[in-house]
DNA sequence: TGATAATATTCCCATTGACGTATATACATT
DNA sequence: AATGTATATACGTCAATGGGAATATTATCA
């Protein structure tokens, strides 16, 4: 991933904002608009954006779809996301973004739907998974 | 400085390269132009906007504009500059910018000048110094 | 099948950004 | 004062971006 391409993703303060979610881990778009509090049209724009700069990926979960980084990642990447996760901290929408996470992240099943690598869960019937 | 706003002084090709060869040391803004190879009028306004966000500053040396990092940056701004520096090595268009940056350096008297934190040769009559 | 939930897309508009051309400013030299 | 050199600003244009409102799509559930 070219450096000019990782640095138009970190440019706009929403985008910035769910990056620095997604360093955490996967995200569905229902919990990243609770966390950010855009719209939904919003963050799912972001999101295509994103994606279409293969800064993440997407997948399906029934009715959610859940965003995540890339698993594999050029050098450059990973040392942007490191530096960005450090220097996040000082800053008080990221910290706050955080605490928000850590409150979705508490409620029931959640964690679990967003660690599978792909969706395998019983309740799940889509043809797509 | 703010984290959003150093993305994006980095977002624009040109305006990267310019940091990156700032990240050596001040430079005149025909330096910068011959290395990037852009308009003057081009390389002027990027500079004016990193200006403007507290990106670099400036300092009249005779008919020379010299551009500068800041002395004093930000923790967020140093981790985002080194990073910088360490990832534009594994981009030609970086690394030809910065061999060309030698051959500029190399010019009589070009150091001496760069070098000065204000004006003070001889050959300088400017009220302003 | 119909209703609902989650997400994406389309249409529209305002703002910003990038850049070319022309012009202005600042300084040095003669 | 006139000229040359280096740099900045103004004006106009075009493309990209951000965002609201409405609508479409995809999946689930009754």
Redesign the interface.
Known sequence: M???RI??C????TR?RIINLLIRGPLCVCHIQQIVGESQVNVSRHLSYLKDRGMVEARRHQNWMIYRLPEKRS??LE??LK??Q???T??SVFKSDLSKLKKVLAAEGVREVLAQSCCRSNSCHSKRC
Do not use: R
């Open positions: 070219k450096l000019i640095y138009q970190f440019c706009d303060e910035l050098v450059e040392s942007n530096c960005l450090d220097c996040a000082t800053e």
